[in-house]
């Protein structure tokens, strides 16, 4: 059993709050991802369960038992930093044995662990090189040897693909997500990248100013946002937001804002209970008439394409609407140029509505 729970988690640095009344529970076996802006409190969250941080109140259960008391080394736990210092000067075999040296592991095990750990992660010809004679993403991998070597019975992870170039980034990713489909343990990880939480993580924590915004999988996070801050915060290019005013028209409720309207489905937009909302709509749902499927005329508005960003596979137009600028994503036969005018109408499936101070979302 290796959850771990944080319950009221809490850290001040003098007059700075860096978490604010934590709670998560990590469940065995599950790939949790702390995601939020820079200064969100990922890394002080992720070093209060290490141990190497002391919350203010609150406490941290790992596989059941308290920990508060307890120091790092005590915690079961394995940490891979962002700047995963290898010691230049031993090989890389020496250095995923250092740690089991420390704790007076035999030999004959260090040897059988430090093996198994090279063969998992494909480092095994390298073994006899120094960290210099390595290329990122070997020399990352040797980081999380030093890791698995520990047999923790947790992972925490803090941005440890940050430094590699984008392609080896994604390909690491690719091989943390087998490693850990291999092992099994329960992994906390931290980045600021959402695609990096989208596609690793089991449950995402989306936090911001210290606290939690909203916990999900991936696919619950994209659909149904909570707030605003998530909304915006995960995808890409993110959810086009506009300020719209709720009227009746006949039987049906539409909402209306600058240069644009979308009349919504019943059920959604009685859970509004203001007149003023803002809408959000997800660039894919955003439907630009491209004459292959007749847009009804009714909750159809014009548009202006304003700036066009041809990507191969899709294009992003962004388009001028009332005195806003959406952004829509459209297939490459939808390109269109400059200066064009074009009808455009929402997915009235798939907006949200959000209220305008607090940023909750309706639906
Ligand atoms: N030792 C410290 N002393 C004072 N303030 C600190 C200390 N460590 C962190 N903070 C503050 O706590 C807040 C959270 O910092 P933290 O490092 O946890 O953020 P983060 O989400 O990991 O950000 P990043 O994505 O930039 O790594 C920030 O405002 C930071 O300035
Ligand atoms: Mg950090």
């Known amino acids: ?27 065995d076996g599950e790939f949790t991802v702390l995601v939020g802006p820079s200064g969100c409190g990922k890394t002080t969250t992720l070093r209060i369960v290490a141990g190497l941080e002391e919350q203010s109140s609150g406490s941290v259960y790992i596989g059941g ?4 008391d307890l120091s790092p080394k005590d915690r079961n736990i394995a940490m891979v930093f962002q700047n995963y210092a290898l010691y230049p000067h031993m090989n890389v075999f020496d250095n995923m044995a250092f740690g089991l040296r420390l704790r007076h592991t035999p030999p004959d095990e260090i040897r059988r662990r430090v093996n198994e750990a090279a063969e998992i992660l494909g480092i095994t010809p390298f073994l006899k090189r120094l960290p210099r004679e390595l290329s990122g993403g070997q020399r990352q991998r040797v980081a999380l040897g030093r890791a ?15 430094n590699l170039d984008a392609k080896l980034r994604t390909q690491m ?16 990880y931290v980045t600021h990248d959402q695609v990096e939480a989208m596609t690793m993580g089991t449950r995402i924590v989306v936090m911001k100013d210290g606290e939690i915004q909203q916990v999900a999988p991936p696919q619950e996070l994209y659909d149904h946002p909570a707030n605003m801050f998530v909304a915006g915060f995960i995808g890409s290019p993110p959810m086009n937001f506009l300020p719209a005013r709720l009227r009746q028209d006949g039987g049906r409720v539409v909402a209306a804002g600058d240069g644009f309207q979308v009349t919504l489905p019943p059920e959604k937009a009685a859970l509004c209970n203001a007149a003023d909302v803002v809408v959000g709509v997800r660039p894919e749902h955003i439907v630009v008439d491209d004459g292959s499927v007749p847009l009804s005329v009714d909750g159809t508005f014009e548009a202006v394409v304003d700036v066009v960003e041809p990507l191969g596979h899709e294009v992003y137009l962004h388009l001028a609407v009332g005195g806003h600028t959406v952004t829509a994503r459209v297939g490459p036969a939808g390109i269109r140029k400059p200066g064009e005018s074009v009808r455009v109408a929402f997915d009235i499936n798939a907006v949200h509505a959000f209220h305008p101070d607090t940023g909750v979302a309706y639906f």
């Open 1 to 27: 059993m290796a959850d771990v729970v944080l319950e009221h988690i809490t850290k001040n640095f003098g007059s700075v709050t860096a978490v604010r009344d934590f709670n998560l529970t990590v469940h």
């Open 65 to 68: 038992r308290k920990v508060d």
């Open 148 to 162: 698995i070597v520990r047999r923790p019975a947790v992972f925490l992870m803090d941005e440890p693909l940050s």
């Open 173 to 188: 990713r690719m091989e943390l997500l087998k490693l850990y489909q291999r092992l099994g343990s329960t992994v906390i």
